[in-house]
C-alpha cells in the first residue's frame, strides 16, 4: 500500500497547526500582525502583541509540535519493538517515573525555588524508573519481561506519587500537583521548549535509527539477526530513545495519554502495517494530533480549565474501546 | 560455497546443546539433519547460520571463519528460515519477501531497482508472484510457506539453511518443497534443512546428518544412514528402510 501522498499531507497539515497554535489565544492577533511581531519584533498596533508571540504562544506551539512528535514516534517505535499494538510509550515506566519526579518537586517546593526544578526532577525520575526497568528486565531480557518490568515500575511509581498526594498538607501544592498531573502545554517558556527539544532531538534520532530493525523484526527476532540486525542495539536505540524523548515530554507538559497509542494505530493501515515506514508518518500525525488538540482546549477552555492530557484521553479512551470491539471481531472471524 | 562447521559447542542457559559437532554443507548439495526432538539440530542450524554464537569451535565460509564478516555480509551469503513462522504484522506478500533485500542497505528500508528484480525473481521461483498483492495473513498454510522460502531466495544466498520447512504442510506441498529445494541444490546453491519426515529425508537428500543428545551420531548417504541398527540408536525405534516403485520408504513399527 503506497501512498506517497501520506507524508506531504501530515507535514502541510502540522504546519497549519502549528500556524493556528500560533494564532490562538484570548488575545485576538491577526494573521499579519501575530506573524510580524514573532519574527521582526514590531507591531504596529499594539507593543504587547510582540510579548504575547515570543513568550507565550511561540513556545507553546513549540511544545506542541515536539511533544506530539515525541509521543507519536515512541508508540510507533514501541510497538514495532514490542510487535504489541497495544504498546504504548508509558509502557518502559518513563511516564510515571516522570510524573513521580515532578509531584516530588511540588511536594517539596523544590518547584517553587526555580522554573526548571520541576521539568529536572521529572526528567531525573523517568530516567530512574528506566534504569530500574532494564535493570529488571536484565541487559538482554527479551519484550516481555521488558513490558513486565515496564508493569511492575508504573505501578510503583502511582503509588508513591498517590502517597506524595494523600501526604501533601497544602492544599495550593495539592492543586498544583493535581493540575500538573493532567497534562497541559499552558504557562511554559522558551526554556521549557529548549530543555525539550534537547532531548526530544537526539531521542528521535534514536529512535527513526531503528526502522531497518523494525522491519526486520517482523519476521521474529531470529529471522532479524540473520538478517544482520543487532537485536541488543536496536534495544538501546529503543528504550533509551522513548526515555529521552517521553520523559522530556512528561517531565514539561505533564502526562498526555493515548497520543503515543492512538496515532500509530490511525497511520498503520496507511503504510501497509509496516513497522519501519511507520515511524516518521506517527511522529507528523502525533505532533498535529498534540497541536490540533491544544487548539481545542484553547478555544473552549476560556470557561473553565480544560486540560491538554484530559481532552487527548477523552478522545483516546473510547478510541482504545474500538480497538477492543475491533479485535474482538477479527477473534471470532 | 561452502560452509562448514568444526566441533562446535554451544550451551543454552547453562545446558550443554552442542559438543563437538562437525557439519558441512557444500554448494550444490540438499544436506538434511535429522534426529530426535532435542538432539540439537535447530540449534546446530542457528550456530551455522550465525544467529547463535559458538561458544566453542569455528564456523567458516569457504574456509574463512564468520567471525570475521558482519552480520550483513553474511546476510549476503546466507539466508536462514527459522522454524517459528510467525509475522507479527500483517504486510503484503511483496513487502516481507522484500525484507530478505535490508542486508542490502544501509539505513534506507524502501527497495530500489535491483532489490525489486531479485523480489520479483525469489517471488517468481517460489511460485507465489500471484500472492504478491495479497496480505500475509490471508494466506494458506502452503502458500505462507513458500512466501517465507521466496523471502529467503530475495537475499540470493548461495547457502539456504532451514528449519524444518515442511512442518505442518500437507503431502502434496511438502513434496512440492522439498523438490524445490532439490532444484536449488542442483542449482548449486548449498542447502541444509532440518527435518522429521525419514522417507523426504531418503528421498531427496543428497547427504544426512543424524543427530541425539547434541553429537553427531552419522554422516553420509542416506542409504548409510538410514539403517535399521542407527535407526534404532538415534530414536530408539525399530524401522526399516524399504522401496516402493523405486522410491526409498522409512517405516518405524
Same mark, same amino acid.
Given at each position: 500500500m503506497q501512498r506517497p501522498w501520506l507524508t506531504p499531507v501530515l507535514v502541510i497539515a502540522v504546519a497549519i497547526l502549528f500556524l493556528g497554535s500560533l494564532l490562538t489565544g484570548p488575545a485576538g492577533v491577526g494573521l499579519l500582525e501575530g506573524l510580524n511581531a514573532l519574527l521582526f519584533g514590531t507591531s504596529a498596533e499594539r507593543e504587547t502583541t510582540v510579548l504575547i508571540m515570543r513568550e507565550i504562544r511561540l513556545p507553546r506551539a513549540l511544545l506542541g509540535l515536539l511533544i506530539g512528535a515525541a509521543l507519536g514516534l515512541s508508540g510507533a517505535a514501541l510497538q514495532g519493538y514490542l510487535r504489541n499494538? =497495544?504498546?504504548?510509550?508509558g509502557l518502559i515506566g518513563v511516564s510515571a517515573g516522570g510524573t513521580l519526579g515532578a509531584v516530588l518537586a511540588i511536594h517539596t517546593g523544590l518547584a517553587g525555588l526555580t522554573v526548571l526544578a520541576l521539568p529536572l526532577m521529572g526528567l531525573a525520575g523517568a530516567f530512574a524508573a528506566v534504569a530500574v526497568v532494564l535493570g529488571l528486565a536484565g541487559l538482554r531480557g527479551g519484550p516481555i519481561t521488558l513490558i513486565l518490568a515496564g508493569v511492575a515500575v508504573t505501578s510503583v511509581c502511582g503509588a508513591l506519587t498517590a502517597l506524595a498526594l494523600s501526604l501533601s498538607r497544602n492544599p495550593y501544592a495539592t492543586t498544583e500537583i493535581l493540575f500538573w498531573m493532567l @497534562?497541559? =502545554? @499552558?504557562?511554559?517558556s522558551l526554556l521549557h521548549a529548549g530543555l525539550a527539544a534537547l532531548l526530544i532531538v537526539p531521542g528521535a534520532i534514536m529512535l527513526l535509527f531503528t526502522a531497518r530493525a523494525l522491519e526486520a523484526l517482523t519476521l521474529g527476532e531470529e529471522a532479524a539477526v540473520s538478517l544482520g540486525i543487532d537485536l541488543n542495539r536496536s534495544r538501546w536505540l529503543v528504550v533509551l530513545g522513548a526515555a529521552l524523548a517521553v520523559g522530556a515530554s512528561t517531565s514539561v507538559a505533564g502526562t498526555i495519554g493515548f497520543v503515543g497509542l492512538v496515532v500509530p494505530h490511525l497511520i498503520r493501515p496507511l503504510v501497509g502495517n509496516r513497522p519501519g515506514r511507520l515511524l516518521v508518518p506517527s511522529l507528523l500525525g502525533g505532533a498535529a494530533l498534540v497541536l490540533g488538540a491544544d487548539i481545542v482546549v484553547r478555544l473552549f477552555g476560556d470557561t473553565g480549565e480544560l486540560k491538554l492530557g484530559v481532552l487527548t484521553s477523552i478522545i483516546g479512551a473510547p478510541f482504545f474501546l474500538y480497538l477492543v470491539l475491533r479485535s474482538r471481531k477479527e477473534l471470532l472471524a | 560455497m561452502k560452509l562448514e562447521g568444526r566441533n562446535l559447542a554451544v550451551s543454552l542457559s547453562g545446558r550443554r546443546v552442542l559438543l563437538g559437532v562437525s557439519a558441512v554443507c557444500d554448494a550444490g548439495e540438499l544436506v538434511g539433519v535429522i534426529g530426535p526432538n532435542g538432539a540439537g539440530k535447530s540449534t546446530l542450524l542457528k550456530t551455522l547460520a550465525g544467529v547463535v554464537v559458538p561458544d566453542a569451535g569455528q564456523v567458516l565460509l569457504d574456509g574463512a571463519d564468520v567471525s570475521g564478516l558482519t552480520r550483513a555480509a553474511l546476510a549476503h551469503r546466507l539466508a536462514y528460515l527459522p522454524q517459528s513462522r510467525t509475522v507479527h504484522w500483517p504486510v503484503k506478500v511483496e513487502a516481507l519477501v522484500g525484507l530478505g533485500r535490508l542486508p542490502f542497505h544501509g539505513f534506507a528500508i524502501e527497495l530500489d531497482v535491483a532489490d525489486r528484480a531479485a523480489v520479483a525473481k525469489a517471488l517468481a521461483a517460489a511460485q507465489v508472484d500471484h500472492l504478491a498483492k495479497r496480505l500475509t495473513s490471508e494466506l494458506s498454510g502452503g502458500e505462507f510457506a513458500r512466501v517465507l522460502v521466496a523471502r529467503a531466495l530475495a537475499q540470493e544466498p548461495k547457502i539456504l539453511i532451514a528449519d524444518e520447512p515442511s512442518a505442518g504442510l500437507d503431502p502434496a506441498h511438502q513434496l512440492a518443497l522439498f523438490r524445490h529445494f532439490r532444484s536449488l541444490a542442483e542449482g548449486g546453491m548449498g542447502v541444509m534443512v532440518a527435518l522429521h519426515d525419514l522417507s523426504a529425508a531418503a528421498r531427496f537428500c543428497h547427504r544426512l546428518v543424524m543427530m541425539k543428545d547434541g553429537a553427531v551420531l552419522a554422516d553420509g548417504a542416506p542409504t548409510d544412514v538410514l539403517t535399521p541398527v542407527l535407526l534404532k540408536q538415534a530414536f530408539d525405534v525399530t524401522a526399516v528402510r524399504a522401496e516402493i516403485d523405486g522410491i526409498p520408504v522409512v517405516v518405524a513399527h
Open positions: 499494538p =497495544l504498546a504504548e510509550p @497534562g497541559s =502545554l @499552558g504557562d511554559r | -
